[in-house]
């Protein structure tokens, strides 16, 4: 079956560092999704990617899909303690109601 | 604005039990969902449904049993429960076309003794 690999697990930044958190899926995907979990919290929606080679922007957060749709990438410039949490990535390899495979998620922990 | 509602937040059952956890969603949404997360494991699907009375296998459906009889109500059963089931509890739900964002309830963290 579909498998999503994140990594890395865990990234302890200082605030005001970048963070990175990369997924990688065993196969085509048609779509991706990231989400974020604050500690206590449930997943949040953040974006979907579709294209190929798609980069979309929320502020500080930066999203690309990988040009063979099998990876892709969540950039945080200049973190902040409010962006502690588990952030998620989410592939799916067809159009209909297939549930979505979740990575395993990357905990971001920031240290003032 | 957008409410998918868990029945409990917390829920402590005893081995050999049958549990019931309930999820409402309040959006009209088609697709109805159930995880499990463990630490180190991410979110895995246990099972979903697209449409009332209809049902998927997820990932790891063994053990676990569904029902969805009208279509805001998606309800995952523990026909015997076992402490490997101790978890928290993820009820999503989501409209059914072009892979739209699943909107999540606060989870029941459940306890088997």
């Known amino acids: 079956g579909q498998q999503v690999m994140q990594i890395p697990q865990y990234q302890h930044v200082q605030e005001g560092e970048d963070f990175t958190t990369y997924c990688n899926s065993s196969t085509t995907l048609s779509n991706i999704q990231w989400y974020k979990q604050r500690p206590g919290g449930h997943p949040v929606f953040l974006i979907q990617l579709v294209k190929s080679g798609e980069v979309k922007k929320q502020k500080r957060l930066t999203f690309q899909f990988g040009e063979a749709k099998k990876n892709s990438s969540l950039h945080i410039t200049a973190t902040q303690t409010t962006d502690v949490g588990t952030y998620f990535c989410?592939?799916?390899?067809?159009?209909?109601?297939?549930?979505?495979?979740f990575g395993k998620g990357t905990h971001l922990i920031i240290q003032p | 604005d957008v409410k998918v509602t868990q029945s409990s937040r917390y829920l402590v059952k005893r081995t050999g039990e049958k549990v019931f956890l309930e999820c409402v969603q309040d959006?009209?949404?088609?697709?109805m969902f159930w995880y499990r997360q463990d630490p180190g494991l991410g979110l895995r699907l246990i099972y979903f449904s697209y449409d009332v009375k209809m049902k998927e296998k997820g990932d790891i459906p063994e053990g676990y049993s569904v029902s969805r009889e009208k279509k805001e109500r998606f309800s995952l059963i523990l026909e015997s429960a076992s402490t490997n089931q101790t978890s928290m509890y993820l009820c999503a739900s989501s409209f059914s076309y072009h892979n739209q964002p699943q909107h999540f309830g606060d989870g029941t963290r459940l306890s088997i003794l």
């Open positions: 989410a592939g799916s390899s067809g159009g209909g109601a297939d549930g979505l495979t």
């Open positions: 959006m009209d949404h088609e697709n």
